[in-house]
């Protein structure tokens, strides 16, 4: 099956859960490609090591239509859920696509009143139909700037990235991609976010596995010495030393204050009975002369 070289296609980004079937989106990856000729985006055509988030939000703006594969597992995933929410504040065109005859119920109302596309995997009428119906699709408008706010790194695509570490073996090519993710998703984390501790956490699940090669446990013991360990609390401050007053001296109370003049008092009384003395002396002296 060829496409018209003389048509202009579209780039179309799918959104899908990993639970889906397999086969059933490759299916419909290889009808929009090679049957329709459109330019796909998916996340398993991201290379390793490549900032993973950041190329799927790019993809998303840069679309001309977002597929939204309606299935149970798609509206319970995180990721598609902030594939979804970011391609309609984008307003992009969307497009759900039913895989199969199980159209899931509750389904979200925006997506409820957009008219959708069934797609029978291997079936070759199935195909063409999806392409005609394709080509009917409006692009969506230029992108205006500035962009809507990028949504958070959903936690559920860590969970996707270590999905290898459940298994008893795990081959070398899958540690090595496993390192790769990770070092990706650790070079947009910062230290105050809690990814970075979510990544850490992943970095060591990996060294501890038991099929661990030599030289991924090296390469992950590096990455773990440059990782900023989490900051230790600050210690709380001591109480300040309650120093003792400086002792000064007391304050005379009314009773001293009394005793020192009543001591006042009796000097001068003192002091009066001897003068009193001394005159009379002076005055028994004189009284025996006559003037």
Not at 8 to 13: L, R, Y
Not at 112 to 141: C, Q, W, Y
Not at 235 to 256: F, G, L, Y
Request: charged content about 25%.
């Amino acid at each position: 099956m060829s496409v018209d070289q003389g048509k202009h296609m579209s780039k179309v980004f799918i959104s899908y859960s990993r639970d889906d079937a397999t086969g059933s989106i490759e299916s419909l990856v290889d009808a929009l490609s090679r049957g329709g000729g459109h330019e796909v985006f998916h996340d398993r055509s991201i290379a390793p090591g490549q900032a993973w988030w950041d190329t799927i939000l790019g993809w998303i703006r840069d679309c001309d239509m977002f597929l939204f594969v309606l299935s149970e597992d798609s509206l319970q995933s995180e990721p598609c859920k902030a594939e979804r929410e970011y391609a309609q504040a984008l307003e992009k065109v969307t497009v759900p696509v039913v895989i199969g005859s199980q159209r899931p119920p509750n389904v979200p109302e925006k997506l409820g009143t957009i008219m959708e596309i069934h797609f029978e995997p291997d079936d070759n009428a199935s195909m063409l139909e999806l392409i005609e119906k394709m080509r009917g699709v409006p692009t969506s408008p230029p992108v205006r700037e500035p962009w809507p706010p990028a949504p958070e790194v959903p936690a559920q695509y860590l969970d996707n990235v270590l999905a290898p570490l459940e298994q008893d073996a795990v081959p070398l090519a899958e540690q090595q991609v496993i390192v790769a993710e990770l070092k990706a998703r650790l070079k947009h984390a910062t230290q105050e976010d809690k990814k970075t501790d979510d990544l850490q956490d992943a970095f060591k699940r990996l060294h501890s596995h038991p099929d661990v090669r030599g030289s991924v446990r090296d390469e992950v013991e590096e990455i773990l010495a440059l990782v900023p360990a989490d900051k230790p609390p600050k210690p709380k401050p001591k109480p300040k030393k309650e120093t003792a007053p400086t002792p000064t001296a007391p304050a005379k109370t009314a009773a001293a204050k009394g005793d020192s003049e009543s001591k006042g008092f009796f000097y001068y009384v003192g002091v009066g009975v001897v003068v009193l003395i001394v005159l009379g002396i002076i005055n028994g002296e004189c009284s025996g002369y006559a003037f």
